[in-house]
């Protein structure tokens, strides 16, 4: 299969591409779109055969569910059997955005695209060629991140192309993404909510608006064997094809210990990489150095870490150390993803 990457204006997206996105969607096809927070691979919700496209086209286990789109709140009210006050509220405060709730599901959404689950998940992106091409495709489009399974998520569509040009019928190029991680995700099922994964509209942000807002277990200590409530969060993400360390503490320690374990891996005869700041770039002197942004924007770093780990695999680095983010407000999201590619590997000093 060829697939047609179209490139379009943030402004004025042209009308034609997207009414062809969405005859593709309603015909059973695939086609990667931009979001707010990274791309997604967009397939037919409500339609059974869609949903399997997607899990062959990514590599991704079937049991693992799919996001539902939606470019209209009141087309929740179709798929969901019963919505919580707190999620009308947290509807209004933050959607359209990147927020995912979870609610039980109605029979109009098929197994196949909740990996068997009773429940679905639901978010309403606030970019304006997603909206538009949702409510072209039919209103409801399944659609997980656009990365070949286990790879990190793309934010732009030449890392859609990267990883999907052949799997899917079109991409539809909106340029980069502005937030760069994914949605946080919240079950509303539950009360209090809880966070299954943590995004950019934060704990903090939901409990002024409904009170408590619980963090799931399995995301807190993660090595501690306790089963993550979304069943993605089990698996291993984003991992480069080099050994990746991270190093937390005070910047001037972790600078320095860096420099230390990048002499040692080169007087090991093996190459080393590093993922810093602009403020700090310049403290090493040796190895392969890729800068998120400046630490004092903590959205530039959000907005470059997937692309940063894609590119250290155009390298043949054998180690990476990364300084770590722990300040808020996006800290928590950022720091998730990179202990996940780093398979929880930290060093304190
Ligand atoms: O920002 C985002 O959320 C992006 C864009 C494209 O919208 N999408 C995204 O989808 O990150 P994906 O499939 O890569 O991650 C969705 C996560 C998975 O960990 C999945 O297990 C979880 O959401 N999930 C989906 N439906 C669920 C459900 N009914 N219950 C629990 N977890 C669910
Ligand atoms: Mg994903």
Redesign the pocket.
């Known amino acids: 299969m060829e697939t047609q990457i179209k490139k379009l204006d943030y402004e004025r997206p042209d009308e034609k591409v997207i009414a062809e996105a969405g005859r593709i969607i309603l015909a059973g096809g695939l086609v990667a779109f931009p979001?707010e927070?990274?791309?997604?691979l967009g397939g037919d919700a409500l339609n059974p055969e869609s949903s399997k496209k997607i899990y062959a086209a990514k590599g991704r286990p079937s049991d693992?569910?799919?996001?539902v789109?939606i470019a209209d709140k009141e087309d929740l009210y179709r798929i969901a059997r019963t919505v919580p006050e707190k999620a009308e509220k947290l509807m209004e405060a933050f959607w359209p955005g990147?927020l995912?709730m979870?609610f039980d599901k109605n029979e109009l959404v098929p197994g196949e695209t909740?990996?068997g689950?009773d429940?679905?998940?639901v978010?309403m992106?606030s970019d304006r060629i997603a909206a538009a091409f949702i409510k072209a495709a039919g209103g409801f489009v399944a659609?997980?991140?656009?990365n070949v399974s286990g790879r990190p998520?793309t934010t732009t569509a030449a890392h859609v192309a990267e990883d999907l040009s052949g799997r899917i019928e079109m991409i539809l190029d909106g340029g980069q993404a502005v937030i760069g991680l994914?949605?946080t995700?919240v079950?509303m099922t539950v009360d209090p909510p809880v966070i299954?994964?943590p995004?950019a509209v934060t704990k903090e942000m939901m409990e002024e608006q409904i009170g408590a807002v619980e963090v799931d277990k399995a995301m807190i200590a993660p090595d501690s064997g306790i089963r993550p409530?979304?069943?993605?969060?089990k698996y291993r993400h984003y991992a480069p094809k080099a050994d990746l360390t991270i190093v937390e503490g005070r910047t001037e320690d972790v600078t320095e210990a860096i420099r230390r374990m990048v002499g040692e891996t080169m007087s090991q005869g093996k190459k080393a990489g590093i993922i810093a700041t602009d403020e700090t770039a310049s403290c090493y002197p040796e190895g392969l150095v890729m800068s998120l942004g400046a630490r004092k924007h903590e959205e530039e770093i959000a907005m470059h870490l997937f692309e940063v780990l894609r590119r250290f695999d155009e390298t043949d680095v054998d180690c990476i150390y990364s300084e770590s983010f722990e300040e808020s407000p996006i800290g928590p999201a950022i720091m998730n993803r990179l202990l996940k590619a780093a398979g929880h590997k930290v060093i304190h000093v």
Not at 229 to 233: H, L, R, S
Request: proline share 13%; glycine share 10%.
């Open positions: 979001t927070t990274v791309y997604g693992n569910p799919l996001i789109h990147p995912t979870i909740t990996g689950l429940t679905v998940a978010r992106p659609a997980p991140s656009a998520s994914e949605s995700i079950d299954l994964r995004g409530k979304a069943p993605g969060m």
